[in-house]
């Protein structure tokens, strides 16, 4: 960690909000050109290296998320229900850490494709949504995605899906070692004529920048990765964000408003530290990832007589469009050992369904992979959903954990304007501010992407000679931890909260780069877009600061 | 005992596995082994109840047990669950804990009503226990002492259940801080992956 700090009654040119996936980015291409920069994170600095495979902390007490104690949350599907609160688990899960959610992630990392920026065009409207081109292509967006791969580092195999939209430079690392879920999707995919391929992630295969490779553990999914091998923020982009004596990360600082002045221009932000004082950091220009949720919440919580609906928000678009990602599974059981639990969660993919297609009925796709999804305790909970829930055959289902896979598919969520985040009106956090109320239902779409998908998922288990294939039900999802949408981007300050560089319609020093800048959904796995999206913005922002234009 | 033996053996197994590769990050042996110490634990301490009465205990021990029964191999009340749902309403989960000892005092209600002269639900026969779980297996108590339960048996021993890895061993999940390929019956003989060159669209 660098020994950089600010006083508060410095004016610092940047302030971000949130040092995850997105933050962590921004700040680093600020500071290396030469800004000065806080990060101010809701959470505290973890160091990974002293982790211990703690499903319980890290799944369920909320050590690096949401506590659902101190940070309530409350969902409804529709308007007219009414919302419950979230007594176990949160609706939205997030990483509250310097390094957010890129700390617990499972580190898929594909591209978008160039039909998703264009998709509307290329479809036309469907009646009661959002839905929209972006007002950037693929080939802007393409540098970026590179950066990614070589900055963050990704392993994966350039060439080997017939799908994969065009690439300027090939993967700085080769796959990670096949999985026997891997191996067996690869196989019964073949049969059907489909195009299996090595999983893109954002895992070292090898030594790469300082961190080493993955050792296998099995516990990628849903926890910080011991050994760094999973890129996050937090020992990526972070550390060389400090390094050039710039930026300082201030955890456990929960912005709770964006000050602004009577001309309409950000000055800086109050937040709670540590010890809940109330404090205010004074910058020139303020930055808000704080993710899909955070980042609308933060901006209606920054209403004022200037702003009445909610800082940037003359559209009305804030925290609407909230987009989680629709997703079903199918579940094979083999003759044989798989052993799952073991190495990253996913080895093979394919993109053969990732198009929609109007012969189906309806709008929608997404990507299939093979995985188990769950450690021990998230596995006895899975398979209790998904046959006896208890008593002596439970018990013999849940002896079948090492023979067991599944076939994951990941889809579009369409936007949708009553699905949304919203300030809840009666609940308050730990600290007296308003509790996200979420608000989602799937569209039927949606749905019927999911189970179409879960149908050719099973085909493979079938080919692959799966023993029994299962179709867990799919159903309106109650919660989800991709939070896409939310402050859109556009050029049309009606239909879009930011421009496509990220800045506010409303207020020029203001932007926004995190899940919500995204007008579409993608196909799942949305991390690399928002970090390609944050190496974009940061370059834009800075050039901006630079030539005076903030 | 054998499996802390086999668990020793195989961290140092590991251990050498890593550090022969260029991959080891630094300190990595420190840290497996600060986590098998972690590990380690197999609960074998803390069997006194903190939070529950014995009554209300014996009446979720009994209910685990049907969730995760004892047959040819342990179940949870082998594996010490109750310890653990204990733990979890007295501290961690102590948010659920007042709606779940009135949840509990409704199941209890529900049995003596049905068997006035039981002393508990324990003192039921398994056959009567299973039919009445049977009927209430959709109500809070049930759920949130099912939800507990998997967790107790299946997540760290240092919180009280999953003793001596019972649950761990059920399912086949072995402890180890790393793996190397191949990790299953069906990658043993990967010949590697073939680019397919007939190019879609």
Same mark, same amino acid.
């Given at each position: ?550 | 005992?054998?499996? &802390?033996?086999?668990? @020793?053996?195989? !961290?140092?197994?590991?251990? /050498?596995?890593?550090? +022969?590769?260029?991959? %080891? ?71 659920? &804990?007042?709606?779940? @000892?009135?949840? !509990?005092?409704?199941?209890? /209600?529900?049995?003596? +009503?049905?068997?006035? %002269? ?84």
């Amino acid at each position: 960690m660098s020994g950089q700090t600010f006083r508060d009654s410095d004016t610092v040119d940047f302030v971000i909000v949130g040092s995850g996936a997105a933050g962590g980015v921004v700040a680093r291409e600020l500071a290396q050109r030469g800004l000065t920069v806080v990060v101010l994170e809701q959470g505290p600095r973890i160091a990974p290296q002293t982790r211990m495979h703690d499903e319980l902390k890290d799944w369920y007490l909320g050590e690096i998320t949401n506590d659902v104690v101190k940070n309530p949350q409350t969902f409804r599907s529709a308007a007219d229900k009414d919302p419950a609160l979230q007594k176990f688990k949160p609706a939205l899960w997030y990483g509250r850490a310097v390094g957010g959610g890129s700390l617990h992630y499972t580190a898929n990392f594909w591209r978008l494709h160039e039909i998703d920026f264009v998709e509307r065009s290329a479809l036309g409207a469907i009646h009661g949504t959002g839905f929209a081109d972006w007002p950037i292509s693929y080939a802007d967006l393409e540098p970026y995605y590179t950066k990614v791969e070589w900055e963050i580092g990704v392993s994966g195999l350039a060439g080997a899906s017939p799908f994969d939209p065009p690439r300027t430079r090939p993967y700085p690392m080769p796959p990670l070692p096949v999985k026997s879920s891997g191996v067996l999707f690869e196989r019964g995919a073949r049969m059907l004529g489909l195009h299996p391929f090595p999983a893109p992630m954002a895992i070292n295969s090898e030594p790469y920048r300082g961190r080493a490779s993955c050792v296998h553990c099995g516990f990628c999914h849903g926890l910080p990765c011991e050994v760094l091998a999973k890129a996050s923020t937090l020992t990526t982009v972070i550390p060389e964000a400090e390094a050039t004596g710039r930026c300082e990360v201030r955890a456990d600082s929960y912005v709770s408003r964006i000050e602004v002045n009577r001309q309409g221009r950000v000055t800086g932000v109050s937040y709670f530290d540590r010890e809940r004082r109330e404090r205010m950091q004074r910058a020139r220009a303020v930055v808000v990832s704080a993710n899909g949720a955070e980042t609308p919440r933060l901006l209606l919580m920054s209403a004022s007589p200037q702003f009445p609906n909610g800082l940037a928000n003359s559209s009305g678009l804030v925290g609407k469009y909230l987009m989680f990602n629709c997703v079903s599974r199918a579940v094979g059981v083999f003759e044989h050992e798989l052993n799952e639990y073991k190495s990253v969660q996913v080895t093979r993919v394919l993109h053969d369904f990732y198009d929609s297609d109007p012969k189906r009925g309806f709008y929608g796709g997404g990507g299939l992979d093979a995985r188990i999804g769950p450690q021990p305790t998230t596995w006895a909970i899975r398979t209790a959903t998904e046959g006896p829930a208890w008593g002596s055959a439970f018990k013999a289902r849940l002896k079948e954990f090492p023979r067991t896979m599944q076939v994951a598919a990941h889809c579009t969520s369409l936007a949708v304007e009553s699905n949304n985040i919203t300030l809840d009106p009666n609940l308050k956090d730990a600290w007296g501010l308003p509790a996200i109320r979420v608000t989602y239902k799937d569209h039927p779409d949606d749905l019927a992407t999911a189970r179409f998908l879960q149908d050719r998922g099973a085909e493979i288990l079938d080919a692959a000679g799966a023993l029994r294939v299962t179709k867990a039900p799919v159903t309106e999802q109650t919660s989800s931890v991709h939070l896409l949408g939310t402050c859109r981007m556009g050029n049309d300050p009606k239909t879009s909260v930011v421009d496509r560089f990220h800045r506010s319609h409303e207020v020029p020093n203001l932007f926004i780069c995190d899940g919500s800048s995204m007008v579409t959904s993608g196909r799942g796995q949305p991390t690399m877009t928002i970090q390609a999206l944050a190496f974009r913005a940061g370059e834009h922002i800075a050039g901006f600061a630079k030539r005076g234009e903030i | 005992m054998d499996s &802390a033996n086999f668990s @020793r053996r195989s !961290l140092l197994q590991a251990i /050498a596995a890593v550090m +022969a590769t260029a991959a %080891a990050p630094v300190g990595w042996a420190e840290m497996a082994l600060a986590f098998d110490q972690a590990h380690a634990a197999h609960g074998s301490g803390e069997r006194r109840l903190s939070w529950l009465k014995e009554t209300e205990a014996a009446d979720i021990k009994a209910v685990a047990a049907q969730i995760i029964p004892t047959d040819d191999s342990p179940g949870a009340l082998e594996a010490g669950v109750v310890y653990f749902i204990d733990r979890a309403l007295g501290t961690f989960f102590s948010q659920l &804990a007042s709606d779940y @000892r009135a949840q !509990l005092a409704t199941f209890q /209600a529900g049995y003596l +009503a049905r068997y006035p %002269a039981a002393r508990s639900f324990a003192s039921l026969t398994s056959e009567q226990q299973v039919e009445w779980l049977k009927g209430v297996d959709d109500t809070p108590f049930f759920t949130t002492t099912h939800l507990l339960t998997l967790l107790g048996m299946f997540t760290l021993p240092t919180y009280g259940g999953n003793r001596d890895h019972i649950g761990w061993k059920l399912i086949g999940f072995e402890d180890t801080h790393a793996f190397y390929p191949p990790f299953g019956h069906y990658d043993r003989d990967y010949p590697g992956f073939a680019i397919e060159t007939a190019k879609i669209k």
